[in-house]
């Protein structure tokens, strides 16, 4: 885009260049030809890029711009009303912050034109969205403020909804961990389920990993199998990490055992191993000696059954025990080595006599 050059002051000579603005809102709106849909998305866009190339005359028509967006958010195509939540997002970020906040009452509307690009599975332009609002949340976090729970109540169930592609998931998660890492307790003074949010969104986005218990014996055994996980996968075990870091395990430790508990319970092992990847990533921040004791039965009798599965696909068997015994650090490494090296192939199934009961019924702060 061509763009006025800096007058003698080192300002932007906005005023040298009075059509361009004013030409890109009427294709906006564009009443003559309303069927013409892909012009007014590409002034929607020109539209975007402007705000940062023009702050100043789009703060002093600030009226007509909220009569654009009004326009643009009742419009009958998605598309529309995606680009006119890129604008909001755009004039927030150029703008100060007694200038947008006269756009907070947008953020409901925002949150249904997102659920609706869910809907819809719009993939692309929810992930556009979603990657925008992660931006914005670093640089402007305080606009979420009046509306954090519905926020985060609505990009958790996004992050959670496994019928949706991995870009969104991954994008909704990011935001919400993003957010919290920039106003930690703005985010759980507005709204106390905000870490739960984020590590059931986690949990879930670790639970990403083949159904095929011979293919994931065989990624078990490659040295290289963290190049074989999955993003949602990565993701999900990154914030894990994340978010104990940023809140402290004081904070967040309730949710977290409570979480690992309920996951080692599931049928499935794809729970299991995300419950087992959650302390491997967490259990640096835990002080507690018997809540570390806690953590180490539990690591322990899972990965008994993990091994239990995956033994019958495997050509190497100890490959397993080693790629599971690398997940956890020094704080019991050493003693956890020692046990699994003695593990027999064959094991009971979990919850059977000769098995210990289930230690994860009582790992709770």
Excluded at 6 to 20: F, H, K, V
Excluded at 94 to 111: D, M, S, Y
Aim: with cysteine; charged share 25%; aromatic share 8%.
């Amino acid at each position: 885009m061509i763009v006025p050059e800096n007058d003698e002051s080192g300002e932007r000579a906005e005023q040298n260049w009075p059509d361009l603005l004013r030409i890109c809102l009427q294709m906006c709106v564009d009443q003559e030809h309303p069927s013409h849909i892909e012009r007014r998305i590409c002034a929607l866009e020109m539209l975007e890029e402007i705000v940062d190339i023009y702050p100043k005359s789009l703060r002093n028509i600030q009226s007509d711009m909220h009569k654009l967006l009004e326009g643009c958010f009742s419009d009958a195509e998605p598309r529309i009303r995606k680009c006119a939540v890129v604008l909001v997002i755009s004039m927030v970020s150029n703008f100060r912050a007694r200038e947008w906040k006269p756009l907070q009452p947008c953020i409901p509307v925002i949150l249904r034109v997102i659920e609706n690009l869910a809907q819809l599975k719009l993939d692309d332009e929810l992930t556009d969205v979603l990657q925008k609002l992660s931006e914005l949340a670093e640089t402007e976090p305080l606009f979420f403020k009046p509306n954090i729970s519905e926020v985060a109540e609505l990009l958790h169930k996004i992050a959670c909804e496994k019928q949706m592609s991995d870009e969104p998931r991954s994008g909704a998660l990011e935001f919400l961990m993003t957010l919290g890492e920039t106003k930690p307790i703005m985010c759980v003074k507005n709204c106390p389920q905000y870490v739960s949010y984020i590590l059931k969104a986690a949990m879930d986005c670790m639970l990403d990993v083949s159904t095929d218990d011979e293919a994931w014996a065989a990624v078990m055994e490659d040295e290289e199998d963290g190049d074989d996980d999955s993003e949602l996968y990565q993701i999900g075990m990154e914030v894990v990490d994340r978010l104990i870091a940023t809140f402290t395990i004081k904070r967040v430790g309730s949710a977290y055992f409570e979480a690992i508990g309920s996951y080692v319970k599931q049928a499935d092992w794809q729970s299991v191993h995300a419950a087992l990847t959650a302390i491997s990533e967490g259990v640096e921040h835990v002080e507690k000696k018997e809540h570390l004791d806690e953590l180490f039965s539990v690591a322990l009798e899972h990965t008994k059954y993990l091994f239990q599965i995956f033994n019958p696909f495997s050509s190497d068997p100890s490959s397993y025990l080693n790629s599971t015994t690398s997940m956890f650090t020094s704080k019991f490494l050493l003693q956890f080595s020692v046990h699994v090296s003695e593990f027999p192939s064959t094991f009971p199934t979990r919850n059977t006599p000769s098995e210990p009961s289930n230690p994860s019924q009582t790992l709770l702060l």
